[in-house]
């Protein structure tokens, strides 16, 4: 969904889309720093520095690390909220960094602010990161726990992207525990919660998450797929570190079904990527894997040099995992070579730097390449305890399909120590996972071939169809030809009548429904009528409430943003529908108007779903504005610590749905005031006779339904008016 922005002085910044607004949504580096370096007030001044870094993150890792420490030290003379989302933002940076020894250092020191922000959105945030932690030191128990917390303070504050991150997590956690069913229903839960989110780079990570579920799982053509799509989705969303990671993944795929040109040009890419942002980091990765695709092609000496370039780079940034797959790509270049020694040397030091970073995945495919050395080196004894250590780690942590290599190096060495008996065994178990992987393999290829060629086989179906219907025709008048012609005369007489019929009953139908439709127009505008009076007069109401404090500066922008808002009613008001756009200016404005009137003492948020507005879609005008009425001035919102108000228009199924929610006194709070009631009376009696209206006119049934926002302490309002779904293109 589009978040609306409030006002265009003061807008502030989270990294997460916490109640913080952002300075400018889609804005350049000047204007961040122009933003930045005017502004006066140094709480203003701290969330537009925080603006400007997570543009940074996006665009420029480099600027983005060079910043990090002023936003920590500018931080402390702020509240907590602002120390914890300085602290998110270093660790973030350090992520982006590769450095994750400090990263999940980083991570713990958030625990604390737990007991000291009462935000559930903030609490969310760090229950996100904790579970992470936990996740990736296999304390899965604990990272459970703060996920469950997650998820239900995420239902409680209806946030789609927090449900969908915390499912992403859920997804994580169970693929960790080799829970292949339970990882790809949490993926695809996180996906559907991303999509309504309207976040695509959130929901790019959610896609990317079910790749790597798929690739965990050895279904590599499966993970592929997904990756492109995720790709696809983190381009949309400008988030260039996104696609260079990504682009790296689908390349590591490619590369390990032999596809090594495909392999080479995504890897390629992902480098070009990462020196548009200045991720050095990223761009060291992607010279790995392309050495990786060099060592294929047999080219040892050029790609040894690119690794030990690498190396060098990578020690800079600490990035244990990076510097390990050096090491164990130039082991294998001097495997290939037969210069064993050396390879032990690489293999080794690729140990040291996979243990640091708990990388268990590689520490056994290392295990594994050691094996293959020493089992080269005629040192069986050794190969033994290293493939079966390699076994091992894949069978508590990882895949159980990667032990089968393990199992044919392992049967190689008892056939070389003349143990047939084991070596048999030892084959068979190869032969049977072998066999598993190539199902796998079969099976998504199929799957995925189904899904590319759905489309055309669709057609194929049609014109094979076509084709049979042509035949049997043909064969049909072959043998009835003789009594065609009766038959035809029959049915043309019948035809004729019901024809006649039919445009008798239409004609009459369509005169009696033309009729209906003036009269539910006339009740329309009526309808209208009675709610602009009421409208105008509460807008006049808070310039008139300036006046009289002879706030000659409000009352001014008061006067100019209510004559927009009374241009926009005198336009629209008297039309049956207008676009949704326009609502929304006219609600916005309204709105505004009534905040700066109480002094700022609650906050208000008006989304929509980009599908709506693609289509154009158009509603009734003013339909929702006796509710927000409510809730501001019955529900004396301004009085509520933290008050605020959401309007959501989505699209449900064939139904225009709108949601508008506050935390206001409810119903039960303002009951006892007589005006209140009678208002509300009035507003819902005004809106349900233009659902019905409209109901009647388009055959499709509307509803209006009102509830408590927290039905335990009977406060806050929920209203959610369902309208038939119009277009500017279906109505004339």
């Known amino acids: 969904m ?7 002085s003061i807008l502030f910044v989270c990294l997460f889309g916490s109640p913080k607004k952002t300075f400018a949504g889609n804005g350049d580096e000047a204007s961040y720093r122009k933003a930045y370096l005017n502004e006066k007030d140094n709480t203003k001044k701290f969330w537009r520095q925080v603006a400007l870094g997570k543009y940074y993150q996006l665009n420029n890792v480099q600027k983005a690390d060079s910043i990090r420490y002023a936003i920590i030290d500018a931080s402390r003379t702020e509240s907590d909220s602002a120390k914890l989302q300085a602290l998110i933002f270093d660790l973030r940076v350090e992520a982006l960094l590769g450095n994750k020894t400090a990263y999940y250092a980083k991570i713990l020191q958030l625990q604390p602010y737990l007991s000291r922000t009462d935000s559930k959105l903030n609490q969310v945030h760090i229950f996100h990161l904790l579970a992470e932690y936990h996740i990736a030191f296999r304390e899965f128990e604990q990272a459970d726990i703060y996920l469950k917390e997650a998820l239900r303070f995420s239902k409680q504050l209806r946030s789609y992207a927090l449900i969908a991150e915390t499912n992403r997590l859920l997804a994580k956690l169970n693929m960790e525990q080799n829970k292949r069913d339970a990882s790809l229903e949490f993926a695809e839960t996180s996906i559907q919660y991303a999509r309504r989110s309207t976040d695509k780079s959130l929901t790019a990570k959610c896609v990317n998450m079910q790749s790597a579920i798929y690739n965990f799982f050895g279904q590599v053509e499966l993970s592929v797929s997904k990756n492109f799509i995720a790709l696809q989705l983190a381009k949309q969303a400008g988030d260039y570190p996104q696609i260079a990671q990504y682009q790296r993944e689908i390349g590591e795929s490619q590369y390990q079904i032999f596809n090594y040109d495909n392999a080479n040009n995504f890897f390629t890419q992902s480098r070009e990527t990462a020196l548009k942002i200045q991720d050095f980091r990223l761009v060291g990765l992607a010279e790995t ?8 092609k047999k080219e040892y000496d050029e790609a040894i040099a690119d690794l030990k370039r690498v190396v060098r780079t990578l020690q800079s940034y600490n990035d244990q ?4 797959l050096a090491h164990k790509y130039l082991g294998n270049a001097f495997n290939e070579q037969k210069k064993y020694n050396e390879a032990l040397r690489y293999y080794n030091m690729a140990l040291v ?23 080269e080196q005629g040192k069986y004894k050794n190969a033994l305890n290293y493939l079966n250590r390699s076994i091992d780690i894949r069978s508590q942590y990882g895949y159980i399909g990667g032990i089968y290599p393990s199992y044919k190096e392992i049967a190689d060495v008892y056939k070389k120590t003349g143990n047939m008996k084991l070596a048999y065994r030892y084959l068979d178990m190869y032969s049977d996972y072998s066999d598993s992987a190539r199902i796998v393999e079969v099976s998504a290829k ?13 057609e194929r179906l049609i014109a094979i169809q076509a084709d049979s219907i042509e035949l049997q025709r043909k064969e049909k008048e072959n ?8 038959t035809y005369i029959i049915i043309g007489f019948i035809v004729l009548l019901a024809l006649g019929a039919f445009i008798i009953y239409n004609r009459w139908k369509q005169r009696n429904i033309r009729q209906l439709q003036r009269e539910a127009e006339m009740n329309q505008t009526l309808l209208r009528s009675q709610m602009n009076p009421h409208f105008v007069f509460n807008a006049m109401s808070v310039i008139q409430s300036y006046i009289y404090e002879n706030d000659t500066k409000n009352s001014t922008k008061f006067l100019i943003n209510f004559s927009k808002l009374m241009r926009l009613i005198l336009e629209n008001s008297s039309k049956e ?13 309204y709105l505004e108007t009534q905040k700066l009137r109480f002094g700022d003492r609650f906050e208000y948020e008006v989304s929509v779903n980009q599908q709506l507005l693609d289509e154009e879609a158009v509603i009734p005008p003013m339909i929702t504005q006796p509710f927000i009425e409510n809730a501001i001035e019955h529900g004396q919102l301004h009085t509520i610590d933290g008050g605020f108000i959401h309007v959501r228009f989505t699209k449900d199924e064939e139904m225009l749905h709108v949601m508008i929610e506050d935390n206001g006194i409810g119903r039960k709070g303002s009951k006892n005031s007589k005006k209140s009631a009678e208002h509300k009376s009035m507003a819902m009696k005004i809106t349900q006779d233009r659902i019905n209206n409209l109901s009647y006119k388009y055959k499709i049934l509307g509803r209006m339904e009102m509830e408590d926002y927290d039905k335990e302490k009977e ?11 119009r277009t500017e293109g279906s109505i004339g």
């Open 2 to 8: 589009f978040r609306f922005i409030l006002s265009f």
């Open 289 to 296: 894997d392309i050495a990786l695709v060099k060592l294929a």
């Open 321 to 324: 995992d990076g510097l390990g």
């Open 353 to 375: 730097y996979f243990e640091s970073a708990s990388n268990r995945s590689e520490i056994a495919s290392v295990y594994h390449l050691v094996g293959t050395v020493f089992a």
């Open 446 to 458: 199929i799957a995925e071939l189904s899904e590319l060629y759905r489309s055309e086989q669709r």
């Open 479 to 486: 043998t009835e030809l003789r009594n065609i012609f009766q």
């Open 577 to 589: 529908f207008i676009p949704l756009t326009t609502e929304i200016d006219i609600l916005n404005k």
């Open 715 to 725: 406060t806050g309002t929920l209203v959610n008016i369902y309208l038939p779904y």
